[in-house]
């Protein structure tokens, strides 16, 4: 009665998964998370790559930093563009308090303008609350984007759908990548590829 992809969706939710699948999918999560969350170089790359996407979204690196600092407070206080992004389904529900603060400060207390140099001081700076600095990461420059794109007048849904086009929903993927980044000898990360080359 559904689309063929809702019905998946729903049979995999309900599905029972054997032990072999739980404990491999346990395993795998955990790798995941330690090979990408915990690792600084990974948090580096992360604010590098999303400052390369925004420019190739139409944000450039001289207009970064302003609209980066204004997504940070927006999310801090729950300024308008934040709560109209996230009533959009565009962020999480997760960033509003100490995560965000911590993002902020580790990219704005550096003196240098130098966003690399910035980026790598704010790396360093987060260790122990990676998991919860990563998402913040991708969330802050996703509602930059987010902003800019209200501002040059699109429309909310036009806003989170383009801003979701250069940063990413790593959720909605087609079911052959869903297979591929879950098999033992498949790729972990082709979910970032798949986004990307399009793009």
Not at 4 to 28: V, Y
Not at 29 to 39: E, I, Q, R, T, Y
Request: glycine share 8%; proline share 4%.
């Amino acid at each position: 009665f559904v689309h063929p992809r809702i019905a998946g969706d729903i049979n995999e939710m309900t599905r029972a998964k054997d032990t072999g699948e739980k404990l491999w999918q346990s395993f795998h999560g955990k790798w995941k998370f330690a090979k990408v969350v915990l690792s600084t170089a990974t948090h580096f790359k992360n604010m590098v790559g999303n400052a390369i996407l925004l420019d190739m979204g139409g944000v450039d690196f001289l207009k970064q930093p302003a609209l980066l600092k204004d997504a940070a407070s927006q999310m801090r206080r729950g300024g308008a563009h934040y709560l109209e992004a996230k009533s959009s389904g565009l962020l999480g529900h997760e960033f509003i308090g100490g995560e965000l603060e911590n993002v902020r400060k580790a990219l704005f207390s550096s003196p240098s303008k130098n966003f690399i140099i910035r980026s790598a001081e704010a790396a360093k700076k987060l260790g122990g609350k990676m998991g919860n600095a990563y998402q913040a990461e991708e969330q802050v420059f996703k509602l930059a984007k987010f902003i800019d794109n209200r501002r040059a007048g699109m429309s909310i849904a036009e806003a989170t759908k383009d801003a979701e086009k250069y940063l990413f929903n790593y959720e909605n993927v087609s079911p052959a990548v869903k297979k591929i980044r879950s098999m033992p000898l498949g790729s972990p990360f082709i979910t970032f590829t798949s986004k990307a080359v399009p793009v």
